[in-house]
């Protein structure tokens, strides 16, 4: 699948490069396949976060998930795209695909704001959550080719000096962290 990945992001540059922004639209549709996000319901002022958490609330509006957000002028952090994505994607899939086990009562609450430090919460209603050491054991099939997502998050926060924390109680998950923003590329 990395493999493949690198061959899309190649031929996106490739076509970029030559100016044609009508086929890199094809493209990225046919790799998306049919989720596009229609509407911008969240404006952060940040266009990574913005994309993101909009396509996010897309999916989980589709499958019947309530979220609220608190979120404040985001467009000065200074993250790393690459890190922007692979945290923000991370949390919320993880946050979606907990939701989607649920028979109903399905939510999500987001608070991402910016004053001296980034201050990212992410609680969402769940299945009991046994957490071992720090690490939550993947309940998808095959377990060899899943669980990567809470391990990069932890990564990216390690990489950033970030304090981070997460826990289960009352039906619901948890995920808290201060980012500094000094720390920030």
Known sequence: ????????????????????EDAIRQYIGEIQGTRRTTALNINTHNPVLDAILNQKYQWASENGI?????????SEITLGL?????????????????????????????????????FVSIRNTSLPVEI?????ETTKEPKHEHGFGLPNIRHILNGLSAEFAYHFKDDWFHFVAEIPLESSK
Do not use: W, Y
């Open 132 to 136: 071992v050491n720090g690490m939550i």
């Open 66 to 74: 309530k979220m609220q957000f608190q979120i404040n002028d985001l």
């Open 82 to 118: 690459n890190e922007l994505v692979v945290l923000f994607s991370n949390l919320f899939d993880n946050a979606i695909e907990a939701c989607l086990k649920l028979p109903s009562d399905r939510a999500i609450h987001c608070h991402i704001v910016k004053d001296e430090s980034l």
């Open 1 to 20: 699948a990395t493999h493949e990945h690198l061959h899309q992001l190649q031929t996106i540059i490739d076509l970029l490069d030559n100016g044609e």
